[in-house]
């Protein structure tokens, strides 16, 4: 049973807290920590703005984060870590070798596909890359709940 999840992007203000507040509505009475940081995190800062509307227009908040950088230990600390990218499979091995097997993609159920960052991009690459995190998301559903 997986009881603390990790999502990893880069900058932990669009596609990981994306994941992290889609997986805490979905999971919300299921006694699952879903938490959220970056490999080359925005510390403290907010999400993005464009994330963080794309986000509410599907009912869901993410008002409250704030960006935190990943470490070893947090990764020690999971029980499973999702990241965006092959990427930053690659890069979380190397910063914790001891982790890598709890590493695993977002879009591992689906086509095992690389979450694209929208950061800086226009709100129809948002939207995009919101509708692969919420497959990925949706994905991950029946491994995650508690019967």
Same mark, same amino acid.
């Given at each position: 049973m997986f009881k603390r999840i990790l999502i990893v992007c880069v900058g932990n203000i669009c596609r990981s807290p994306t994941a992290e507040y889609l997986f805490r509505h979905h999971l919300a009475s299921a006694g699952? +920590?879903? @938490? +959220?940081?970056?490999?080359?995190?925005? /510390?403290?800062?907010?999400?993005?703005?464009?994330?963080l509307e794309v986000l509410g227009d599907h009912g869901v908040d993410g008002v409250a984060h704030r960006a935190r950088q990943i470490s070893a230990s947090m990764l020690r600390d999971v029980d499973l870590v999702l990241a965006m990218e092959r990427e930053h499979v690659n890069r979380i091995a190397r910063l914790a070798p001891e982790? +890598?097997?709890?590493?695993?993609?977002?879009?591992?159920?689906? *086509?095992?596909?690389?979450?694209?960052?929208?950061?800086? *991009?226009?709100? @129809?690459?948002?939207?995009? /890359?919101?509708?692969?995190?919420?497959?990925?998301?949706?994905?991950?559903?029946?491994?995650?709940? /508690? +019967?």
């Open positions: 699952v +920590s879903i @938490e +959220s940081a970056g490999l080359g995190a925005l /510390v403290d800062k907010p999400m993005d703005p464009t994330a982790a +890598s097997g709890k590493v695993m993609l977002l879009d591992r159920w689906n *086509q095992g596909a690389d979450i694209p960052d929208p950061y800086r *991009q226009s709100r @129809e690459a948002f939207d995009h /890359v919101y509708s692969l995190i919420d497959r990925g998301v949706n994905a991950w559903l029946p491994y995650l709940r /508690v +019967s």
